[in-house]
T-cell receptor
């Protein structure tokens, strides 16, 4: 089925470790974004991209890196994991210029940093 | 401080009751969306409203965008257990950033 695929589903890291959360979409959407969801905080935007080779910071970008080499993939990198990065991470995409159509979200990655 | 304030944060009701969830802001938005999220899944879009005063209906759900485009409400008539979930409002301006409210967690008891 077409949509947004996130891997892994669950991950436990030790403080200081690095890892990459994967996100892929097969809908040819130009816009992709990463959110984190914490209890009582809703979803907060980490980074977003409006197309291959173009990325920008969201509300909470510190501690995270992104790159966009293809339209399909938008990985999120944690360079040195911290307990404050324990959260559920969601990737979302939409066609550019069609914000009213809403975003398609992946099913999330639950990350625990110990 | 969140740009979008949702109320109530939690709501537990009996099947068949009506309820209203509110999403308020001091900012004007070009569009506002409502999403529903179930445990272990990402949010799923319910509706987008773009015109001040706009009312949209989706079966037993009625969505309204305030005249000044600063607030919105979601009304559910005759709630069912299948309506249980986290309801999120989200808004955007002309840019590429979508801002979410803190969510309303709804539980409908049979």
């Amino acid at each position: 089925n077409a949509g947004v695929t996130q891997t892994p589903k669950f991950q436990v890291l030790k403080t200081g470790q690095s890892m990459t959360l994967q996100c892929a979409q097969d809908m040819n959407h130009e816009y992709m974004s990463w959110y984190r969801q914490d209890p009582g905080m809703g979803l907060r935007l980490i980074h977003y991209s409006v197309g291959a080779g173009i990325t920008d910071q969201g509300e909470v970008p510190n501690g995270y890196n992104v790159s966009r080499s293809t339209t399909e993939d938008f990985p999120l990198r944690l360079l040195s994991a911290a307990p404050s990065q324990t959260s559920v991470y969601f990737c979302a995409s939409r066609p550019m210029g069609q914000g009213a159509r809403g975003y398609t979200f992946g099913s999330g990655t639950r990350l625990t940093v110990v | 401080t969140q740009l979008l304030e949702q109320s109530p944060q939690f709501l537990s009701i009996q099947e068949g009751e009506n309820l209203t969830v509110y999403c308020n802001s001091s900012s004007v938005f070009s569009s506002l969306q409502w999403y529903r999220q179930e445990p272990g899944e990402g949010p799923v879009l319910l509706v987008t409203v773009v015109t001040g005063g706009e009312v949209k209906k989706l079966k037993r759900l009625t969505f309204q965008f305030g005249d000044a485009r600063k607030d919105s409400s979601l009304h559910i008539t005759a709630a069912q257990p299948g309506d249980t979930g986290l309801y999120l409002c989200a808004a955007s301006n002309a840019g590429n950033m979508l801002t979410f409210g803190g969510g309303t967690r709804l539980m409908v008891k049979p």
